[in-house]
């Protein structure tokens, strides 16, 4: 499957902004869907993590409460929904998928497949 992420932009710290990652292929609802992060000079980061049939859900404790992952099979889409935005929040958003069992993976090896990453800065 291949992912293509969009939806990132400029906002205010306290903003929101909703990202969307796209997928192609028939395959979708056989990956575990997940959203990462990474910020100049830091490691990637997993922030969000979504099964296969959308049940279930994790979060890094950094988003929890403020950001919101979903997928709709039908439509091949996940999204992450985010709020109260920080400066901190400010990185490369990618989107993931994996194959392995489990109902969600928080290390980025653990994913076979990549969106090309969407810019969010978060800045007054």
């Known amino acids: 499957v291949q992912l293509q992420a969009s939806g990132g932009g400029l906002v205010q710290p306290g903003g929101s902004l909703s990202l969307v990652c796209a997928a192609s292929g028939r395959s979708f609802g056989l990956y575990v869907m997940g959203w990462f992060r990474q910020a100049p000079g830091k490691e990637r980061e997993f922030i969000a993590g979504i099964s296969r049939n959308g049940g279930l859900s994790y979060y890094a404790d950094s988003v929890k409460g403020r950001f919101t992952i979903s997928r709709d099979n039908a439509k091949n889409t996940v999204y992450l929904q985010m709020s109260r935005l920080e400066l901190e929040d400010t990185a490369v958003y990618y989107c993931?998928?994996?194959?392995?069992?489990?109902?969600?993976?928080?290390?980025?090896?653990?994913?076979?497949?990549w969106g090309q990453g969407t810019q969010v800065t978060v800045s007054s």
């Open positions: 993931a998928g994996s194959r392995l069992t489990g109902n969600y993976h928080r290390r980025p090896d653990d994913y076979d497949n």
